[in-house]
Nanobody
């Protein structure tokens, strides 16, 4: 079994910044892709950003230029640096880990952007 734990959410004013962290532990064989998803009230969960083991990144259009995903392979950790936050970024953010072909999810961390 693999445990996935996110941290770093909170309340921030528009234009502010937050950094989310996600650490995977347990029965890890090889983690290929790690990613961040978000789900706002009444909306479907959507991919925000992902990063492959080789470092290739993919971003949802609305966060390009504002968010940066990175990972520490040795620590099985992925980060999401979020800058210039907007109220529409408010959502629960979930970490997704692909471990040897199986996907695991964290419990989610709330990000609220409001003045």
């Amino acid at each position: 079994q693999v445990q996935v734990v996110e941290s770093g959410g909170g309340l921030v004013q528009p234009g502010g910044s937050l950094t989310l962290s996600c650490a995977a532990s347990g029965s890890i064989f090889i983690i290929s892709t790690m990613g961040w998803y978000r789900q706002a009230p009444g909306k479907q969960r959507e991919l925000v950003a992902s990063i492959t083991r080789g470092g290739r990144t993919n971003y949802e259009d609305s966060v390009k230029g504002r968010f940066t995903i990175s990972r520490d392979i040795d620590k099985n950790t992925v980060y999401l640096q979020m800058n210039s936050l907007k109220p529409e970024d408010t959502a629960v953010y979930y970490c997704n880990v692909n471990n040897f072909g199986r996907e695991y999810w964290g419990q989610g961390t709330q990000v609220t952007v409001s003045s």
